[in-house]
């Protein structure tokens, strides 16, 4: 639709969702461009991602609050009010890779990037959760795997 419109598209890509679910999106992503041929028209399409850092969905992260009288106050984000605690009903079997507020370790966010990056995504990002720490952990390991 882009090309129909005459919209100069720079990118294609996923945000606000788990880095598990970014990972497997990014194979979507490649197939949507190929299979619409966007290539052809604009060359330097490139692939962006800008995943969550909760262990849960954020959906279920915020609703958490609801459930807990002694919340602590959610910052992450902009895009985000109220008060939040961490869900603890659907932690996955990774715990090391999240602090014990659910908010995954920028090491471990910086290993994900690096991956995508692997993957061919050129744009890499954070959404909720994400902080300026994980913003500098993904940095400094991608400027490790040029």
Same mark, same amino acid.
């Given at each position: 639709e !882009?090309?129909?419109r005459n919209v100069p $598209?720079? !990118? $294609?890509?996923v945000n606000c969702a788990s880095p598990d679910a970014v990972t497997r !999106?990014?194979?979507v992503v490649k197939a949507i461009i190929d299979?619409?041929?966007i290539m052809t028209t604009l060359p330097a399409l490139r692939i962006m991602v800008y995943a969550n850092a909760f262990e849960t969905t954020t959906s279920e992260w915020l609703s #958490? #609050? $609801?459930e807990t009288k002694e919340n602590t106050k959610h910052s992450s984000c902009d895009s %985000?009010?109220?008060n939040v605690e961490p869900s603890t009903s659907s932690r996955n079997t990774r715990k090391k890779d999240y602090d014990e507020f659910g908010v995954i370790l920028p090491e471990?966010? !910086?290993n994900y990037a690096a991956q995508w990056k692997k993957m061919g995504v050129s744009i890499i990002g954070g959404c909720c959760? %994400? #902080?300026p720490l994980h913003m500098k952990e993904v940095a400094i390991k991608l400027s490790l795997t040029e």
């Open positions: !882009a090309k129909e $598209l720079e !990118a $294609l890509g !999106a990014i194979g299979q619409n041929d #958490s #609050s $609801l %985000c009010s109220g471990v966010y !910086a959760g %994400c #902080s």
